[in-house]
């Protein structure tokens, strides 16, 4: 009769190697999903930050942008009042021939 022995050590030394294995296996996907989970959080992360600072800057030209039409609506208005004080004449000359045109054009045909 052979002798099983040196084949359940060999069982039980390669048992043991692959719960070693399995267990670093296991360690290693552990680390890899932290990784993974870090990369993720990082690139949102500076993904958001991008995102925001256009927002921020698109908010900033449009605020800007608002504020240089707001100052040429004032000075035009200004400038206007400026002229009607100078002409009064020209300018209530100028209103009846914009209402009559504006009338003219509003009657329709017949």
Do not use: H
């Not at 208005?77 to 045109?101: K, M």
């Amino acid at each position: 009769m052979t002798d099983t022995k040196p084949f359940k050590e060999e069982l039980e030394e390669a048992t043991q190697d692959f719960a070693a294995d399995l267990a670093a296996l296991r360690a290693e996907i552990a680390k890899l999903t932290t990784s993974v989970t870090n990369l993720v959080k990082a690139e949102t992360s500076a993904t958001a930050d991008t995102v925001f600072g256009a927002v921020d800057a698109a908010r900033q030209k449009l605020s800007d942008g608002a504020a240089g039409a707001k100052d040429r609506l004032s000075g035009a208005t200004s400038e206007l009042e400026a002229s009607i004080e100078r002409n009064p004449l020209t300018a209530v000359l100028i209103a009846l021939g914009a209402g009559l045109v504006i009338g003219l054009l509003s009657r329709g045909r017949q």
